[in-house]
Nanobody, 117 residues
């Protein structure tokens, strides 16, 4: 069972920045992919960004140029640097990992990000 611990959410003004982090537990565990989804109130969950262990990335169009995903494969930690935040980025952000290319996703508990003046 993979355990994911997230941190870094909070309240920020429009144009501000936040960094989310998520650490996956488990010895000798190197997830194939780590990333983030988000769910805004009244909307469906959407992929924000994902990075494979080889360094390939994929971003939602709405965050390209503003968000940057990175990961530390030694610490099994994935980060999401969020800059130029907008009110529409307000959501609960969920970390996810995929242990192998065909494994199902494991989810973190979620962390609230609120962008408001």
């Amino acid at each position: 069972q993979v355990q994911l611990v997230e941190s870094g959410g909070g309240l920020v003004q429009p144009g501000g920045s936040l960094r989310l982090s998520c650490t996956a537990s488990g010895s000798n565990f190197r997830p194939y992919a780590m990333g983030w989804h988000r769910r805004a109130l009244g909307k469906q969950r959407e992929l924000v960004a994902v990075m494979t262990i080889g360094g390939s990335t994929n971003y939602a169009d709405s965050v390209k140029g503003r968000f940057t995903i990175s990961r530390d494969n030694v610490k099994n930690t994935v980060y999401l640097q969020m800059n130029s935040l907008k009110p529409e980025d307000t959501a609960v952000y969920y970390c996810h990992v995929r242990a192998t290319p065909v494994a199902s996703l494991s989810w973190g508990q979620g962390t609230q990000v609120t962008v408001s003046s």
